[in-house]
Every structure is written in structure tokens, then in C-alpha cells.
């Protein structure tokens, strides 16, 4: 290998590890799981943090027709307007989060465990990303109310 | 020449420093702003949707560092990581980094088809529906299988997909503003993007294609 050649692979090297160093300082924006959704239909109006609902965790145990046809989930985020008295009663998260087949309604942060003050919205949806006013919070953990 | 190289490597770390301050005060000085104001939401861009121009720069985080899960709630640091979940998942390129529809065919997940009877089957048709695009991009075929694998017939029919051979206008447009197939994909099921095009539009035009004359051609034909 020529000295030269040599020179050219340290330069590009330096400079790689530079910038990825400067990178780091740069803020991101939220990079959760694709399918989370943020419910915050009443939570922050009642004074909960926001309900998160990760779509990969249940569909490792269920497939979709448990939900979106056997407990009425219509195919819209905040669509379904889910309250705690609903829950309660067996409906919508109620009919598994009940202590039988999951945990039961006392966790609550367990579920309301989102940054207080999002939007109802979709993680990732490419709507969101195309047209709607997307929620990025500037950083990860500085987003405070 | 080595004192050229170093000399590089020094204005570059000197920029680079001075960058990511500026970035981090304004982030600090936004912050600020929705203290007292409002919640800053950052309006997304054509370009955040090209594939070519933005990629995350991570992916599946664990929740308390995901952007939407509060890390100062105790509960958040006992939810699951997502990467411990998809150990042995067969990968792919978008969403969650996972191929959801291999992983059933292959027997890595055992998702319930009943709430609380974990033996119960689904009811699986095998019918695949080609759909001719008018546009050069190669037809659609929609496969029945893999869909009632994980849905039952009553989630589409007949309020999204009329049953019926055309009856139903299907167009990016609308799939992109989350009707049609975007009920579902861009949201939940695989994302739209360049890389995932294919999945749909993956029968070739016959050979004997050519693209159709528009209306305004067929109304005034060149001589």
C-alpha cells in the first residue's frame, strides 16, 4: 500500500469519527417503535400521563382479529373513545387486562406512561409523516410539561 | 502533508463542537418555549419521506429512551425492550424491523386467533386477487393468505373492500391519506416506502403492454 493511499484512509477515518462525534450532539427526534400509539383522548385533561399502546407487544400474542373484531377496536387511533369505566366493565383493554389473561387495571402507569401534553396520534404513520402536522418532540427526555 | 491533514482534522472538530452547541441551545431554548407556551410540534417536510434523504438514525430503542415514553415514570423502565422480543424474528428493512408475515408462516410466533383459547385455528383463503394499474408500475397482487392469517373477513368487508370485482377505487392517493389499504398499511402493518413498493405491485405487465392514452389524448388525437 502507498504512503499515499495511506495518507487518504486515515484522512476519510478522522474525518468519519469526527463527524460522527458532532452528531451526537445533535437533538433527535422520537424514534419509538413503528405502530406505538399515543392515546390521550382524557388522560392529560384528567391528569394522567398519556396511554401508550405498542402494537408489536400484542401482536406477538395475538393476531389482529382478537381485537379489532372480537372487542370492537375500530381501525382509528382515538376512534374508539376508551375511558377507565369502560375497562372496568370488560370492554375494549378491559377484556384482557383483567388479572385473568393479563395484568389487571391497577398498573396504571404501566399503560399511562407517555410524555404528558402528545397529541392522540400514530408512531411513524406515514400519513402523519406526508401531511399532518407530525409531534416531534425536539429531544427524547426533554419534553416536559 | 501531515501537517496539512491535521490541520483538517482540527478546523473540522472545531466546527463540529461549534455545531452541535448552536444544536443543543436551540433544543434548550425550545424546550424553554413549551415550558410557558406550548407544545412544539415540528411540521414535517416533503423530504422526511423520502427514503434516500432521512433515516433514523436508531432503531427498536427500549421505551424509556423511545421519544414518546416518559422516562421519569417508574413503570416505563419495567416494559419489555423490543429487541428482546424479536430475538430469532426473521428481519426486514422498514417498520419495525421485522417480518411479521414470515415469522407466522414459520412457526416463530404463536399469536392467539381467540382471546382467551390458544388452540383455536383461523379460518385461512387462499385467493389472490390481481388488480391491472393503469400507470407503467407493475399490477397488484393482493393475497388473501396472508391477510386471513391475521384478520377476520368482517375487519375489510364490506366497509373498506366492497366484495365484488370492480367495485372498488383504489388509489396511492387514498392509501396514503390512510383509506383503502392504508387503513392498515402505513400505520400498523408494513409502511409505505420506496422499499416496500414491490410487495404490492409485484406482477410484471404483460408483454404486450402500453400505456393507455389519457382522456385529453383520446379527445384531441395527434394527427
Known sequence: ???????????????????????????????????DIVINNYADAAGMRP???????????????VCHT?????????????????IIDGKFCGACHNGEISWSVENCAMCHSGIPGQPTHFHGSTVQRLIAPAYKPLQATGAKK | MNYKIKAVSLSLAMLMSVFAW???????????????????????????????LKKPK?????????????PENEATHSLQHPLDAYKGLP???????????KALDEGKLRPRWDRSDPNEEPFVLDLDIVRPVKASVPDVVFPHRQHTEWLYCSNCHPAIFVPQKNANQISMSAILLGQKCGVCHGKVSFPIETKTCRKCHSKPKPADWTPPLSEATLKNPWK
Open chain 1, 70 to 86: 372480537d372487542l370492537g377496536f375500530a381501525f382509528k387511533a382515538g376512534g374508539n373513545k376508551i375511558d377507565m369505566a369502560k
Open chain 2, 22 to 52: 448552536n444544536a443543543q441551545s436551540y433544543a434548550d431554548e425550545a424546550t424553554g418555549a413549551e415550558q410557558s407556551l406550548l407544545m412544539l410540534a415540528e411540521v414535517s417536510s416533503v423530504n422526511t419521506f423520502n427514503v434516500n
Open chain 2, 58 to 70: 436508531s432503531r427498536n430503542l427500549p421505551p424509556a429512551e423511545d421519544g414518546i415514553h416518559d
Open chain 1, 51 to 65: 396511554a401508550v399502546f405498542p402494537h408489536w407487544f400484542h401482536r406477538i400474542r395475538f393476531r389482529c382479529k
Open chain 1, 1 to 35: 500500500m502507498s504512503s499515499r493511499i495511506k495518507r487518504n484512509v486515515l484522512k476519510s477515518m478522522i474525518i468519519g469519527v469526527l463527524a460522527y462525534m458532532g452528531a451526537l450532539g445533535i437533538p433527535q427526534p422520537a424514534q419509538a417503535e413503528y405502530a
Open chain 2, 91 to 101: 428481519t426486514s428493512e422498514y417498520g419495525n424491523y421485522v417480518d411479521w408475515v
